[in-house]
C-alpha cells in the first residue's frame, strides 16, 4: 500500500512525483517552478501532502528540489505555507529539503524556509 | 567579486510584457553573465535577481514593453547592474512604491522572514516577496525610480 496516496502532476514546465520511501515519503520537484501563480497547483497539492503526512503519521517526508531548475517567490510563497503548516501540526513530521549545491538559489533560499519553523525542516544535500 | 572573463560590456533586452518570454530571457541573461563573469554562484544569483524584477517588470506594466539592461564593468573589481524599466498606471506606481519601502526597511533577513510569513497567508495569489528575496539573496544596493508619467525603474548593482 502507498505510504501516501497523492498522485503525481505534471503542469507547464513542472512535474511533481510522489513516492514512498523509508517511513515516509518522497515528492519530488523536476524542471521550472515560475508560473505567474503557482499557487493554484502548489497549495491544494502540498495540502494534500501534508494531511496524508498527517493521517498516515509518517516520520519522514523529503522533498526533492535536486531536479529543481528555478523556484520564483510566488513558489517560495506555496513552500513556505507548507512549512507553516508544520507548527501546528497534531502530528509532527520530519521536513528534509533535499538540495543540489550546484544550483546556487536552492542553498540560499531552502536555508530561509528553514526559519520559519526552527527545527521542523532540514536541508540536505 | 567574480573576475571578468572579457571585456566589460551589456546586453539590453525589450519585450512586450508577457508572462511567457520571463524564462526566455531568464535563460539568456544567464548565459550573458556566464561568459562575462567568472564565478558561476554570482552569475546564478544575478539571473535569479533578474527573473524577479522582470515578473515585477510585467506585473506592473501597462501595454508598453518591458525594458531589462544587465551591465558588466570592465574593471579590477567588476561591477553588475541591472535595471528593469517599465511604464506602468498611476496605481500601479503607487503600490510597487509601498512594496518597496517595507522591503528596504529593517534587515534583510527579518524582512523578508515576516513578508513570507505574511505572504503565506495571502489569499489573493500575490507574494510580494521577489523584491525581498534579491534584497536577502544579492545583498546588492537596490533603487527604484518613479518618473512623473510613471515610468519606473528598478535597479540593482552588485
Redesign the interface.
Known amino acids: 500500500m502507498a505510504a501516501i496516496n497523492v498522485e503525481s502532476i505534471k503542469q507547464d514546465?513542472i512535474e511533481i512525483r510522489v513516492e514512498d520511501a523509508t517511513k515516509g515519503a518522497v515528492v519530488r520537484f523536476i524542471g521550472?517552478i515560475?508560473?505567474?501563480?503557482p499557487?493554484?497547483l502548489l497549495d491544494p497539492f502540498l495540502a494534500k501532502v501534508h494531511s496524508e503526512a498527517i493521517e498516515k503519521k509518517l516520520e519522514v517526508v523529503s522533498a526533492d528540489f535536486t531536479k529543481l531548475n528555478?523556484l520564483?517567490?510566488?513558489g517560495?510563497?506555496s513552500i513556505?505555507?507548507w512549512v507553516?503548516k508544520l507548527s501546528t501540526a497534531e502530528h509532527k513530521y520530519k521536513l528534509r529539503f533535499l538540495h543540489d549545491p550546484s544550483?546556487?538559489?536552492q542553498a540560499?533560499?531552502l536555508q530561509?524556509?528553514t526559519?520559519?519553523v526552527p527545527g521542523a525542516v532540514t536541508v540536505e544535500k | 567579486m567574480g573576475k571578468l572573463t572579457a571585456s566589460g560590456g551589456y546586453v539590453e533586452l525589450k519585450f512586450g510584457p508577457q508572462w511567457k518570454y520571463i524564462a526566455i530571457c531568464r535563460a539568456f541573461l544567464q548565459n550573458f553573465l556566464a561568459v562575462s563573469v567568472d564565478d558561476a554562484k554570482k552569475s546564478d544569483t544575478i539571473a535569479m535577481a533578474a527573473s524577479e524584477l522582470l515578473e515585477n517588470g510585467v506585473k506592473y506594466a501597462s501595454n508598453d514593453g518591458t525594458v531589462i539592461r544587465v551591465a558588466v564593468t570592465a574593471e579590477e573589481d567588476p561591477k553588475i547592474s541591472v535595471r528593469v524599466t517599465n511604464s506602468a498606471t498611476a496605481q500601479q506606481a503607487a503600490e510597487l512604491k509601498e512594496i518597496f519601502r517595507k522591503v528596504m526597511s529593517g534587515d534583510p533577513l527579518q524582512t523578508y522572514m515576516e513578508l513570507m510569513r505574511q505572504a503565506a497567508v495571502r489569499e489573493d495569489g500575490k507574494s510580494q516577496l521577489g523584491l525581498a528575496r534579491i534584497r536577502y539573496e544579492t545583498n546588492a544596493r537596490m533603487h527604484l525610480e518613479v518618473s512623473d508619467d510613471n515610468e519606473i525603474t528598478i535597479g540593482l548593482d552588485v
Open positions: 514546465r521550472d515560475d508560473m505567474e501563480d499557487s493554484k528555478f520564483n517567490s510566488s517560495i510563497k513556505a505555507k507553516m544550483i546556487s538559489w540560499t533560499s530561509t524556509l526559519f520559519l
